[in-house]
C-alpha cells in the first residue's frame, strides 16, 4: 500500500484531506454552510487541478458509510451487529468486539448506505427485511429497525450456483446502475458477501468500487487483495483494498494456523493433518459444488500451509458437506498428528461448534473501520497489515501476533505503508504448491 500525497477526488464523493473532504460537484458553484459537515464548495482551478467540474471540500464527516454485495446471512450478522453494539462505549471491554473504538470510528459511526443482491424476495425491499428472508437462517440477536436503505439489483453473472439454482429465484427488477447508487448515496465502503466461486461477479464489483470511488473490502475467497494486477489498480487510483477471504473471530482457520504454529515453535514436526468442515447454511450448499470450491480450498489450505511446514499430501482442509438441520452452525474438526522429543508421536484432536456468520461480523466491522481510516489518510493499495490479520488470504501471511500488531500500528497511523517482505517474522511463504484444491 502506498500512503498518497494529493489524491484525486473521488467521483462524486468525498475524499478527506487533512479534515477536509471533497467531492466531484458539477452543478454547484456556491459555498455553503450545511447540518453535521461544512461544505465549501471551490473551483478546480483553486486546488491546481485539471478537472473540468468542481469540487466540494467537506469537513471530514464521522461516519463510514458501508455498501454491502449479497444480503445473506453474513450481512444479516453484520447489521445486526450495528444495532446490538449501538450504544457501546470507547472506553468499555465489550464481549464480542476486538475493538470498540478503531481510531475515532465506534461502532455506532458505522451506517448501511446501499445494498445489492440478486434473489426476488430481497431486492425492492428495506434491507431489515431482506436480512430476515430465506435462506438466510442464521441466528437473530437484534431487532434491526427499518434502515431507510432499498436493495438494488446486481448482475447476477456467476453468482448462483447449482445447488441454490432451485432455491433462489431471481429479480425481475431491472439491474441498477450500481456505480452510480454507490455515488449517490456517498458509499465509502463496498464490503462483497458474495457466495463462493463468484469470479465474475467479485471482479464486477471490484471494478464498480474503482469507478465510484470506494474502499473495497473483499470477504470471499476470490483473489483480489491477493492478486498483483488488482492490488496495483486499487493503488493508482488511491483507493483502500482489504482481502481476500475473511477469517473468523475464532474459527477454523485460526484454531488451526495457532495450533500449527505453537508445534512449530515447540520443535514438534507437524506430519498429517486435516480440518473438515460442515454446516447447513447456503454458503455450505453452494459450497457442495466442487468447481466452485476451487479458490476456497485453496484459501483455507494457504492459511495454515504459511504458517507451518507440511507434505502437501499430508495436510487436506476443505467444506465436507451441508447438514441442514444445523442451520447457520458449522462444526469443524481439526486433527494435528506430529513428531515430539525422541520421534515420540503426538496427536491434537478437536471439536470447534460455531454460529458461522455472527462468527465474521465483528472482524468485517473493524475491516470497515480500517478501509475508512485509509481514505482518510489516501493509503491506496492492499492494506497488508489489517488484511493479514481479518483475512485468511491477505497478500502477505505474517503470524497472528504479528498480524495483530501491524494492525493496532495502522490504526495508531504508525504503520501507514508496509512492504513487509523484508521483515524476518514475515510468515513463510510456502503455501501455493502445497494445494490441491479439488483432492
Ligand atoms: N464466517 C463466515 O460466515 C465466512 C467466513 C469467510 C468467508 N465467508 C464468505 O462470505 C460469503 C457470504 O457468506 P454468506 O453466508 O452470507 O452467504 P449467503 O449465501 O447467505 O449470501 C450470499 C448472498 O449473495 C447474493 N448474491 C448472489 N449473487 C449475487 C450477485 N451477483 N450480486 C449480488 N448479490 C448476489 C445471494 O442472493 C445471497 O443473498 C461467502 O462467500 C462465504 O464463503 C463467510
Known amino acids: 500500500m502506498r500512503a498518497r500525497k494529493a489524491a484525486p477526488a473521488r467521483p462524486g464523493k468525498k475524499v478527506t484531506r487533512v479534515g477536509m473532504r471533497y467531492t466531484h460537484d458539477t452543478q454547484s458553484r456556491h459555498s455553503e454552510q450545511c447540518d453535521g459537515a461544512t461544505f465549501v464548495r471551490l473551483h478546480a482551478s483553486c486546488m491546481n ?23 445473506g446471512n453474513c450481512a444479516s450478522s453484520f447489521v445486526q451487529g450495528l444495532t446490538y453494539y449501538r450504544d457501546a462505549s470507547s472506553s468499555d471491554v465489550i464481549p ?7 481510531d475515532r470510528y465506534r461502532v455506532r459511526d458505522i451506517e448501511i448506505a446501499s445494498a445489492f443482491d440478486i434473489h426476488a424476495g430481497k431486492v425492492g425491499r428495506d434491507l431489515c427485511d431482506a436480512l430476515l428472508t430465506a435462506p438466510n437462517n442464521t441466528r437473530i440477536f437484534a431487532e434491526v429497525p427499518h434502515t431507510g436503505v432499498t436493495v438494488a439489483r446486481g448482475p447476477t453473472l456467476d453468482g448462483i450456483g447449482t445447488y441454490l439454482r432451485d432455491e433462489i ?25 458474495l457466495p463462493v466461486g463468484s469470479q465474475r461477479a467479485s471482479e464486477w464489483y471490484a471494478l464498480r468500487a474503482l469507478e465510484a470511488g470506494c474502499a473495497f473490502v473483499n470477504c470471499i475467497p476470490v483473489f483480489i487483495a491477493s492478486d498483483t494486477g488488482w492490488r496495483r489498480r486499487f493503488e493508482s487510483a488511491g483507493l483502500p483494498l482489504l482481502g481476500d477471504d475473511i477469517k473468523s473471530q475464532v474459527g477454523a482457520t ?36 466442487r468447481e466452485r470450491l476451487t479458490s476456497k480450498k485453496l484459501s483455507k489450505t494457504r492459511s495454515v500451509t504459511s504458517q507451518v511446514s507440511v507434505a502437501p499430501s499430508n495436510i487436506h482442509v476443505a467444506p465436507s458437506d451441508h447438514v441442514e438441520w444445523l442451520t447457520d452452525r458449522k462444526w469443524a474438526y481439526i486433527r ?30 473493524d475491516a470497515v473501520r480500517c478501509a475508512k481510516l485509509a481514505l482518510d489518510r489516501h493509503i491506496g493499495g492492499a492494506l497488508v497489515g489489517p488484511s493479514s490479520y481479518f483475512m485468511k488470504s491477505p497478500p502477505q501471511q505474517f503470524p497472528d501476533h504479528v498480524a495483530r500488531d501491524l494492525t493496532l500500528k495502522f490504526i495508531a497511523g504508525e504503520e501507514s505503508d508496509r512492504s513487509a517482505t523484508n521483515r524476518d517474522d514475515t510468515a513463510r511463504a510456502r503455501a501455493t504448491c502445497h494445494v490441491h484444491a479439488n483432492g
Open 254 to 289: 485460526i484454531v488451526h494456523r495457532v495450533l500449527a504454529n505453537l508445534l512449530h515453535e515447540r520443535g514438534v514436526q507437524l506430519e498429517h493433518t486435516y480440518q473438515l468442515n460442515f454446516g447447513g447454511n447456503s454458503d455450505f450448499k453452494n459450497m457442495l459444488e
Open 336 to 365: 494435528l498428528e506430529g513428531t515430539g522429543f525422541g520421534g515420540t508421536p503426538l496427536n491434537i484432536e478437536l471439536k470447534l461448534e460455531v454460529w458461522d456468520s455472527p462468527n465474521s461480523a465483528g472482524v468485517v466491522i
Open 49 to 71: 487541478v485539471s478537472l473540468a467540474c468542481e469540487r466540494r471540500f467537506v469537513l471530514s464527516s464521522n461516519t463510514v458509510r458501508v455498501g454491502i454485495v449479497g444480503v
Open 169 to 193: 429465484e431471481e429479480s425481475q427488477l431491472p439491474e441498477s446502475d450500481v456505480a452510480e447508487v454507490l455515488r449517490r448515496t456517498r458509499t465509502d465502503v463496498l464490503v462483497s458477501y
Open 96 to 102: 464480542g468486539l476486538m475493538n470498540p473504538t478503531v
